[in-house]
């Protein structure tokens, strides 16, 4: 056997070929791994900022939601988050502000929706009626909207 043979393979091929293209091809990955990185870490945050507002651990969820905002501005999801946590918070003013900011930079009105009618339903309640029962119509297991509705409603009795 020659020294030519041995850098071949059992199929014939050259080693050195093979190897340089798995060495690409980790490399891609590597590359698409570092490139997504980020992207999953502000999404994990996301995540666990929401958890804490679900658990009602507000200041930890506000510590998220603020680096989260400082890291890309632009983004909506962590400023609607922080409006629901304004309005847990009591903190209407705060919270319409940042509702008008994230809607300026682009949420979506339907993403709005909820809590434009919850930070609505105490000021004024047949403003907000419709956007509520739209909302439950749609979560029908939203604990906070049929709240909402039932505290109209008995508001509206009276």
């Known amino acids: 056997m020659t020294t ?5 393979s ?4 050259p080693m050195g070929r093979r190897l340089i293209l798995a060495a690409l091809g980790l490399a891609a990955l590597g590359e698409a791994g570092r490139r997504a990185a980020p992207r999953v870490g502000r999404e994990i945050r996301l995540r666990l900022a929401g958890r804490a507002i ?4 507000l200041d930890d969820a506000e510590a998220r939601l603020e680096w989260l905002i ?7 999801p962590p400023r609607l988050l922080m409006v629901e946590a304004d309005r847990r918070r009591g903190r209407i003013t705060e919270a319409e502000e940042g509702l008008q ?3 300026e930079l682009g949420l979506p009105v339907e ?3 909820r809590e434009f009618a919850l930070l609505r339903a105490g000021r004024d309640f047949p403003l907000a009626e419709k956007s509520l029962r739209r909302v439950l119509a749609e979560h029908p297991d939203d604990v906070e ?3 909402a509705l039932a505290r109209g409603g008995e508001v509206r009795r009276r």
């Open 54 to 57: 679900a658990d009602n651990r």
């Open 145 to 147: 909207v049929r709240q």
């Open 111 to 113: 993403e709005g929706r």
């Open 10 to 13: 059992a199929g014939g091929r």
């Open 70 to 76: 400082s890291e890309n501005p632009r983004w909506t």
């Open 4 to 8: 030519q043979g041995a850098d071949r």
């Open 101 to 103: 900011r994230a809607v």
